[in-house]
């Protein structure tokens, strides 16, 4: 009986323990897509509405343009900006009031082409915040160490220099990822880990020359898949699972997409992952094996509907997911039918779950508070929030949303009922 009992505990721990990961509260955000890169928080206590005045504006700082998501801690909102296309600038804000606290700045600009030139060339990746280590990615490759408290640099590295890359044609675009005493990015033609310390390369692997020159758009994720806890990458030609600990490509698969644009960051759900991408379509992928016979990956079905630029959430075996026809899509994930797919938003949405609701902010300022109902899109209310562009990924903490519009960082309260 005593074993039973142990047993059951241990189970109930190793569920409780998985929940935690596939989902977390938001008292703060301090990386990519939120507590733990997936969008989905728990705890929340969100409005029935967001019309009705409940949004109330806290405050409004004005700085130059960035597409980095801001970070926020309990007092402290961190965010990035492209100042005279010249400068890489990082600054820390009062929670409470916006006021600069301090700003680090370091030369870095570069012109992007073709069709992402029309919204402009900055800064793109959204930093890390772990301890007191701040982890920013400028454009032209390089990832620099920051003291959060003060704002001095603990250390830079160059990829271009330091593994004699090309810069990368559309810039920097992945996030790092900041896990125990590493950290990972893809930049330098490949992904890399990093010794948190001090910035020494440990490895590099998944050199990928797929598309146009560079480093890929895709931030990566570290799950526990098939019994080995791992790094999920997706390049600019495939998705695969990478060994934390050596560099090892421990499996990988061909993700088909138009000029190398996989972008969005993969989606893991126990053993299978979802993706999608710009020319290729939407896929779900398993994962099989051990580190002991090898692991292999097959895919288990594939939608022609495509992502683009917006990584989607899963609720109750769902994935809801924009698209790049700017339509938004349900899709079953145990069959990859789409349940619905509606009439044109906007070109980009970030999105944040919390049980059955959805918050999407669209780029032309307008906020959407949706409910997950895979039998037809349920559109609770909207409402705009900002008369400027809004690319950056929301971030929401303690019932405060944060939205970096182009040239200001924006805070609103919301009041519960």
């Given at each position: 009986?005593?074993?039973?009992?142990?047993?059951?505990?241990?189970?109930?721990?190793?569920?409780?323990?998985?929940?935690?990961?596939?989902?977390?509260?938001?008292?703060?955000?301090?990386?990519?897509?939120?507590?733990?890169?997936?969008?989905?928080?728990?705890?929340?206590?969100?409005?029935?509405?967001?019309?009705?005045?409940?949004?109330?504006?806290?405050?409004?700082?004005?700085?130059?343009?960035?597409?980095?998501?801001?970070?926020?801690?309990?007092?402290?909102?961190?965010?990035?900006?492209?100042?005279?296309?010249?400068?890489?600038?990082?600054?820390?804000?009062?929670?409470?009031?916006?006021?600069?606290?301090?700003?680090?700045?370091?030369?870095?600009?570069?012109?992007?082409?073709?069709?992402?030139?029309?919204?402009?060339?900055?800064?793109?990746?959204?930093?890390?915040?772990?301890?007191?280590?701040?982890?920013?990615?400028?454009?032209?490759?390089?990832?620099?160490?920051?003291?959060?408290?003060?704002?001095?640099?603990?250390?830079?590295?160059?990829?271009?220099?330091?593994?004699?890359?090309?810069?990368?044609?559309?810039?920097?675009?992945?996030?790092?990822?900041?896990?125990?005493?590493?950290?990972?990015?893809?930049?330098g033609g490949g992904f890399a880990k990093l010794d948190r310390a001090d910035g020494r390369v440990v490895w590099t692997t998944l050199q990928d020359g797929g598309?146009?020159?560079?480093?890929?758009?895709?931030?990566?994720?570290?799950?526990?898949?098939?019994?080995?806890?791992?790094?999920?990458?997706?390049?600019?030609?495939?998705?695969?699972?990478?060994?934390?600990?050596?560099?090892?490509?421990?499996?990988?698969?061909?993700?088909?997409?138009?000029?190398?644009?996989?972008?969005?960051?993969?989606?893991?759900?126990?053993?299978?992952?979802?993706?999608?991408?710009?020319?290729?379509?939407?896929?779900?992928?398993?994962?099989?094996?051990?580190?002991?016979?090898?692991?292999?990956?097959?895919?288990?079905?594939?939608?022609?509907?495509?992502?683009?630029?917006?990584?989607?959430?899963?609720?109750?075996?769902?994935?809801?997911?924009?698209?790049?026809?700017?339509?938004?899509?349900?899709?079953?994930?145990?069959?990859?039918?789409d349940k619905w797919i509606t009439e044109p938003f906007g070109k980009y949405w970030s999105l944040i779950a919390a049980d059955d609701r959805i918050l999407a902010?669209?780029?032309?300022?307008?906020?959407?508070?949706?409910?997950?109902?895979?039998?037809?899109?349920?559109?609770?209310?909207?409402?705009?929030?900002?008369?400027?562009?809004?690319?950056?990924?929301?971030?929401?903490?303690?019932?405060?949303?944060?939205?970096?519009?182009?040239?200001?960082?924006?805070?609103?309260?919301?009041?519960?009922?």
């Amino acid at each position: 009986m005593r074993n039973r009992s142990y047993l059951f505990w241990l189970a109930f721990t190793f569920v409780f323990a998985a929940r935690s990961f596939s989902s977390a509260s938001a008292e703060s955000w301090t990386q990519w897509r939120g507590p733990d890169r997936t969008g989905l928080l728990t705890g929340q206590n969100w409005p029935q509405k967001i019309s009705d005045g409940r949004l109330k504006s806290k405050w409004q700082t004005p700085l130059d343009s960035s597409y980095s998501s801001p970070l926020v801690t309990e007092d402290r909102v961190f965010v990035t900006e492209t100042r005279d296309q010249k400068t890489e600038v990082v600054r820390a804000l009062s929670r409470e009031t916006g006021k600069e606290l301090w700003s680090t700045e370091w030369p870095g600009a570069m012109t992007v082409p073709f069709f992402a030139a029309a919204n402009g060339s900055w800064i793109r990746a959204t930093p890390a915040l772990k301890g007191d280590d701040l982890f920013v990615a400028g454009i032209r490759d390089v990832l620099v160490c920051l003291d959060a408290n003060n704002g001095s640099i603990k250390w830079k590295v160059d990829f271009v220099e330091a593994t004699g890359s090309q810069l990368p044609t559309f810039g920097c675009a992945c996030s790092p990822l900041v896990d125990k005493d590493a950290v990972y990015i893809q930049a330098g033609g490949g992904f890399a880990k990093l010794d948190r310390a001090d910035g020494r390369v440990v490895w590099t692997t998944l050199q990928d020359g797929g598309g146009m020159g560079g480093s890929a758009f895709s931030s990566p994720i570290i799950a526990t898949i098939a019994g080995h806890r791992q790094a999920v990458v997706q390049t600019r030609s495939k998705l695969a699972g990478v060994d934390l600990k050596s560099g090892t490509e421990l499996w990988s698969i061909p993700v088909e997409a138009f000029r190398g644009m996989n972008i969005l960051t993969p989606t893991v759900i126990g053993n299978r992952i979802f993706t999608s991408s710009y020319g290729g379509g939407s896929f779900l992928f398993e994962v099989a094996g051990s580190m002991d016979d090898g692991f292999k990956v097959s895919q288990i079905w594939r939608n022609k509907v495509q992502g683009y630029m917006s990584s989607p959430v899963v609720i109750d075996g769902h994935v809801y997911l924009h698209l790049r026809n700017q339509r938004f899509a349900c899709i079953d994930l145990s069959t990859g039918k789409d349940k619905w797919i509606t009439e044109p938003f906007g070109k980009y949405w970030s999105l944040i779950a919390a049980d059955d609701r959805i918050l999407a902010l669209d780029e032309r300022g307008e906020l959407l508070l949706i409910h997950a109902n895979p039998e037809k899109f349920d559109l609770i209310d909207r409402q705009k929030v900002s008369e400027n562009p809004t690319w950056a990924h929301l971030a929401i903490a303690d019932g405060q949303l944060f939205i970096r519009e182009l040239q200001s960082m924006h805070v609103l309260d919301w009041a519960n009922e």
